[in-house]
């Protein structure tokens, strides 16, 4: 019994302390923080831009809105590590900064993962419900990506575009 005591006290003292440990916010400010979003070099719809705000931005972009339990270890550590992992495979604040190869397949990607509901991850419309697609968002957001694609093949040769196969 004593030894179980002691457990739980030390847990609870790590617990406490990691407490002071926390990741660094992904929250940009300031004009050079939209530079290079998505909206500087591509048109983006007001319906289409709220959907990206309720669905994608948290975790593909470089502004975060953060829950209430973000502010608890290891939650915390969790969360940094998703917001990180989704900004490096798109990041619409960095968007501009994408070459034109890299711009047309990630909205190619978008627009694949979104239809096929993949996006947003089930993890994160399990808490957030209003991040849940309906059809019709679906339908903006394949649109969207697809105009965007069809302008860009208009303008650029298709090579440039597309990954040359070997």
């Known amino acids: 019994m004593k030894f179980l005591k002691k457990l739980l006290l030390v847990l609870l003292l790590v617990f406490i302390v990691i407490q002071f440990i926390r990741p660094a916010k992904n929250i ?3 004009p050079e923080a939209y530079a290079k979003d ?10 289409v831009q709220a959907i990206l705000k309720k669905a994608c931005n948290d975790c593909h972009s470089n502004n975060t809105v953060y829950p209430w339990y973000n502010n ?11 917001v990180n992992e989704g ?5 619409f604040s960095e968007f501009a900064g994408y070459s034109l190869r890299r711009q ?22 399990w808490i957030h419900k209003d991040a849940k697609l309906t059809e019709a968002e679906r339908l903006a957001i394949a649109n969207w990506t697809t105009a965007i694609r069809d302008s860009m093949a208009s303008v650029y040769p298709k090579d440039s575009l597309e990954r040359k196969k070997p």
Do not use: C, F
């Open 104 to 125: 047309y397949k990630k909205l190619d990607e978008v627009n694949e993962l979104v239809k096929k509901e993949e996006m947003p991850l089930s993890s994160y419309t």
């Open 72 to 82: 608890i270890q290891p939650v915390a550590w969790w969360l940094a590590n998703h």
């Open 28 to 30: 940009a400010s300031g």
């Open 38 to 47: 998505i909206t500087t070099v591509h048109a983006v719809p007001a319906d």
């Open 87 to 91: 900004k490096r495979s798109l990041n």
